[in-house]
């Protein structure tokens, strides 16, 4: 286990710009300014919450893991873990975070994984990917099926085993838990509030989460 770095946030959700409730199973897409602040919270606990980052002037310049690890010389996310794209860009930082862990290598559930980690049958279940697709169509400005590259996973716990094994554990979030990020540009955020049933990543019961966002001088 690397050691979790947990912190709260001073800010105050009566003072947020925008408060929106996503429900288990939605997509989420909304335009995030350089400087606010942008909190995700898992209200009622053990919830995945899929997430892509995209350059809001460029989204062939999206949230990329392999950089992100890299640069942070950890796989887990948390506090302090800049975020950075594909072409370089830091495009947000974690500055709160108080769950402690957040996955960005198991990727998000879609229809292919579904059949080849559980069963033919589950093909037709909702998956984060089918999520994705249709927040992107909606969304347009030439956002598309290429456009969606590896995501987090916030609040899901995917240990790696001492053999280097990937495994879908019980979550360590719980409700009320959230973590919160600085958008050090313009950036598109693409959230699938993960409808996954088939390991525990949601307890098997998907929930809603909570979204908000501060403006830079609300400090
Ligand atoms: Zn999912």
Known sequence: MPVAALQASTLDPQTAVYDQIVEAGDSFLHKIEQGQFFRIVDLEGNQAVDTLF???RDYADRYSAQDTIREQGNIYLTTGTRLVSLFGNVL???VADTCG???TLGGACAAESNMVRYDLGKRHMHACRNSFLKGAMQWGH???KRD???N??????????PEGKLTFEDGVSEAGKYVELRAEMDVL???SNCPQLNNPCNAYNPTPIRVLLWDANVL
């Open 54 to 56: 995209y350059n809001a």
């Open 92 to 94: 947000l930082t974690i």
């Open 101 to 103: 862990r957040h996955d």
């Open 142 to 144: 030439g956002l598309g």
């Open 148 to 150: 969606l590259g590896p």
């Open 152 to 161: 987090i996973n916030f609040f899901m716990n995917v240990p790696v085993t």
């Open 189 to 191: 955020v693409a959230i």
